[in-house]
């Protein structure tokens, strides 16, 4: 399969505010389709443990995901599911819960099947002490049978403010392989405004003390679009950065949306960039980082050449889900913890997002589905599709309606109508049945992927997403 080139070096993305106006809109960022809003409560535990039967029968390898909700201050960004608590008591009885209700839902799968990726985040997971850290990762591989493969992934994500360097010998100790660092930006201005105040050297030391304990792969996550950012400013936390190297960068853009996350509401709206100002920032940091020689991977990511995710890009077989951009795509994904997401066979189930509701199932001895989803035909030859165009920035229409045994054109006819609008602005084009992303529309792969979405069109489920650009 042909896959997305890395971006010519110094790449520059121009985009007009008239043009910025007609294609800014809210829309998922497609870490499954469909999004997680459309899953409903008719799907419980009785559903979760026949997607498992069903899934034994093509023993596909598993990911865990254990989300950690707990930090201990709040950074007025953060959309995450998180509890602010000063007490770190609470990783004990939460660690505890968690492997009671691995407890539950191990046993239902066969057990050759190997976890291939286990990934904690959050939250702020290095909240849990070295101590709480041990006994979850430990309890987890005395419930799952865990690969000893080269290629298995256990990650971490980090705050760089609450870590030490006996920290990182312990997580490379307990098997983990790669770490994610929150960084987001150092300019001061903006660190002050997000309640994320972070020193250089001490962030640098920890990046270093991953490499230097034998970790395979250091990530780093900036935010653009933040109060207060600036060209010039982003520029000096890009180059910092990169005089370090780290293996992959995660770019996100910030959604502002203090309507549902109250601590946003501390961020003034005055404060923020423009979208056209919002989008230079991240156009700068594709041309640094290309000029510095990683590959744009898609939407927020990069990677050097000879990572992972580039490796797996160029191969056709990167994948999207709830954890971002990964490697693992033939798996089936267990979350475990408050708010975590499972996909299993052609289903999503969610725990509670509340503290005290996935507390209370697992107390209660159930598995603690909140709502889930079954994937019809159509959801999975959309789903295909939004995936192809996300990790691939193109796909052949007609070879994947062929394999579903539909005619593409027929079947998505609304959509290719839709997808004019993208055609005619240079964000798309399609010839002989292939959509794909023009270099100008790479940063836009959303609305590229909207197109496709039937869920956007349905007046009956209204849902509020963070805007496209």
Known sequence: MHTIPPAAAGLAWHFDPDLLRRHDRPGPRYTSYPAAPHFHDGFGE?????????????????????????????????????????????????????????????????PSREVIQLHLGGGTPNFLAAAQLRALVDGLRQRFRFSAADSRDVSIELDPRFVTRADIAGLAELGFTRASLGIQDFDPAVQ??????????QTLDILRACRDHGLRSVNVDLIYGLPHQTPAG????????????????????????????????????AALPSPEQKLALLGLAVRRLTLAGYQYIGMDHFALPGEDLSQAQRAGQLHRNFMGYTTHADTDLVGLGASAISHIGDTYSQNPRDLPGWE????????????????????????????????????????????HGVDFEVYFADALIAL??????????????????????????????????????????????????
């Not at 997000?194 to 020193?199: A, K, M, P, S, T």
Request: some cysteine; hydrophobic content about 40%.
């Open 46 to 110: 009785q559903q979760l443990h026949a997607a498992i039967h069903a899934s034994n029968a093509r023993a596909r390898a598993l990911s865990l995901y254990v989300h950690v909700p707990y930090c201990s201050s709040p950074c007025f960004y953060c959309g995450c599911n998180r509890v602010i608590t000063r007490d770190h008591g609470r990783g004990v009885a939460y660690v505890a819960r968690v492997l009671r209700e691995a407890d539950r839902i191990a046993p239902l799968f066969d």
């Open 420 to 469: 004019q609008r993208l055609q005619d602005d240079g964000l798309a084009e399609y010839t002989d049945g292939v959509v794909r992303s023009t270099e100008r529309g790479r940063p836009l792969l959303r609305l590229l992927a909207m197109c496709f979405d039937r869920y956007l069109a349905r007046p009956d489920q209204p849902v509020r997403y963070s805007r496209a650009i």
């Open 234 to 269: 982003f520029a000096q936390t890009l180059e910092t950065v990169l005089r370090e190297r780290p293996d992959r960068l995660a770019i996100y853009g910030y959604a502002h949306l203090p309507h549902l996350f109250k601590a946003q509401r501390q961020i003034p709206d």
């Open 360 to 403: 209370d199932a697992v107390d209660a001895g159930r598995l603690p589905v909140w709502r889930g989803l079954h994937l019809d035909a159509d959801d999975t030859l959309r789903a295909e599709l939004i995936g192809q165009l996300m990790c691939q920035g193109q796909v052949d229409g007609r070879a994947l309606a062929r394999r």
């Open 192 to 201: 002050r405004a997000i309640n994320r105040e972070q020193d250089v050297d």
